[in-house]
């Protein structure tokens, strides 16, 4: 067993030396840190404008299906069905749109 694991462990340092290598032949572009101090307040200025924009209407959004689905179960309930005449599926097919 020993035999079978000593090679498979030295390819595998190997290979991460050649990665370690490699990773250090290329150049690194850095950017000053006021570039990135600059940077990263506009990406809090526009990831908070798109907050302040997006989440209310998504939140009204997701509370008015919320309600909707609510209220249909709550109709069928309190007798909708006999109120209104139907019969078999006429109340899935109401609310899926078709019959299935």
């Known amino acids: ?3 079978l694991t000593k090679p498979l462990a030295h390819s595998i340092e190997l290979a991460d030396a050649e ?4 990773s250090f032949d290329h150049h690194e572009v850095r950017l000053d840190s006021a570039e ?6 506009l990406q809090k200025r526009v990831t ?5 924009r997006l989440l209310p209407l998504l939140i009204t959004i997701y509370t008015l299906t919320f309600l909707d689905r609510v209220n ?5 309930l309190w ?3 006999k109120d209104l005449g139907m019969k ?7 609310v899926l749109g078709r019959p299935h």
């Open 88 to 94: 078999g599926l006429d109340f899935n097919i109401c």
């Open 48 to 52: 908070r404008k798109i907050d302040l």
């Open 36 to 41: 990135d101090a600059a940077d990263a307040a």
């Open 19 to 22: 990665l370690t290598k490699s």
């Open 72 to 76: 249909i179960g709550n109709a069928r």
């Open 1 to 3: 067993m020993a035999s």
């Open 79 to 81: 007798n909708m069905e």
